[in-house]
């Protein structure tokens, strides 16, 4: 999720040209854009379509009375361990967070232990996104199985990033490694992240060229998640919508736990994502970034569907340099907010956000981050309109 290659540049490339602004800004825009026919899919390999009924009892957040279920951030471990400074668990239990997401943890080591109990004393679960598809399909197979492996555009097996989803071995590999991860990784709410390759590509061999990102990503994904169901049968797994899976499958059904995890890396954060004319980075406009959504929805079930934002994100604002720290560019009212109605309006009820290299540092520069208790309160009390 944190791509260092994208240089800081990337963000003065941001632009808002506004078109007509004789009408609403949210109004016709479905107009800017002609959507394609839909594909009829293929029969689906597992039942779960977006119209089956959620079996919401093994859902963590089933019995949460606000409208946004899921209230998490996502940071690292050294963000969070000196709560002399910045006391995490004491902000989400004064604001009603109840998930957190660290990376970087020793989660053998006993200062992670009491962390991990006090959390749940705290009534916050833990969870962990990462990028795992190196540890599904170890780069070091390559030598001995380059069919596991992705083929680039010029035919050759690379192992440079994610591998061959119709290499039946490279599957009977993930699902072995998944039972494995998994056991190491136990997220209390029964949600697993095992994204793939950050901005890896994918394979172009003769049995994948016809496939996209998403699907090449879900082929995996849905082997991951019936791994996943052999230790914890309450498992869901996230589909990402990133970087180049920002186009939803086409030909390939999720099995009916997975989630959809939308997270709209390329947008621009001055403006709402209602405002549909903003251009991000990547020619990402916020107008792509809705369609994509509903498109999304149309394939993953809106009540398990999750938003994995930016808005705190200080490593993406301070360009992934921890020694020049940047102060987030909060913008409550004006963006916040507006989002939150966007995204309540589609449905989703599950939101979490970044806020990585918001840690002791960060206090020491700009004094105690109130953003984190502006974005906790206004999810805990959200009212949707
Ligand atoms: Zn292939």
Redesign the pocket.
Request: glycine share 6%; aromatic share 6%; proline share 7%.
């Given at each position: 999720m944190i791509l260092p290659f994208i240089s800081v540049l990337l963000f003065s490339l941001v632009s808002c040209t506004q078109p007509d602004m004789t009408t609403d800004a949210t109004e016709g825009w479905e107009d800017m854009f002609k959507p394609e026919e839909p594909e009829e899919p293929e029969e689906p390999d597992t039942p779960g379509t977006p119209d089956d009924p959620v079996d919401d009892t093994k859902d963590v957040y089933a019995d949460e009375e606000s409208f946004f279920k899921m209230r998490g951030l996502v940071m690292g471990w050294s963000d969070v361990n000196d709560p002399k400074v910045l006391d995490y668990i004491k902000i989400a239990k004064e604001n009603g967070l109840n998930t957190f997401s660290i990376y970087g943890a020793d989660r053998s080591h006993v200062v992670w232990k009491a962390f991990a109990r006090d959390c749940a004393d705290a009534g916050i679960f833990l969870e962990y996104e990462e990028h795992m598809m190196s540890f599904l399909l170890p780069r070091a197979l390559f030598d001995t199985h380059p069919e596991y492996f992705?083929?680039n555009q010029q035919g050759v097996r690379v192992k440079d990033a994610n591998?061959?989803?119709?290499?039946e071995g490279a599957l009977a590999e993930v699902y072995k490694n998944a039972i494995d991860i998994g056991k190491r990784y136990n997220p209390t709410n029964n949600r697993y992240y095992f994204w793939l390759d950050d901005g890896g590509d994918v394979?172009?061999?003769?049995?994948?060229?016809e496939l996209n990102d998403a699907d090449?990503a879900l082929i995996f994904e849905n082997e991951v998640i019936k791994a996943l169901k052999t230790i914890n049968p309450d498992a869901m797994l996230a589909h990402l919508c990133y970087a180049n899976t920002t186009d939803p499958p086409k030909k390939v059904k999720p099995h009916e736990d997975i989630f959809l995890e939308f997270a709209p890396f390329y947008r621009s954060w001055d403006y709402p994502l209602a405002d549909t004319w903003v251009t991000g980075n990547q020619g990402m406009t916020h107008g792509k970034y809705l369609r994509s959504l509903e498109d999304h929805l149309k394939v993953f079930p809106a009540e398990t569907a999750q938003v994995l934002e930016y808005w705190m994100d200080d490593s993406l604002f301070s360009g992934w340099n921890p020694n020049k720290l940047k102060p987030v560019p909060w913008k409550y009212e004006s963006v916040f907010l507006k989002d939150l109605d966007t995204y309540a309006k589609y449905g989703i009820r599950h939101i979490t956000c970044y806020c990585a290299y918001v840690g002791p540092s960060y206090v020491n520069l700009f004094g105690f981050p109130d953003f984190l208790v502006e974005y906790a309160q206004a999810l805990r009390d959200y009212e949707k309109k």
């Open positions: 992705r083929m591998g061959c989803p119709s290499s394979c172009y061999c003769d049995k994948c060229k090449q």
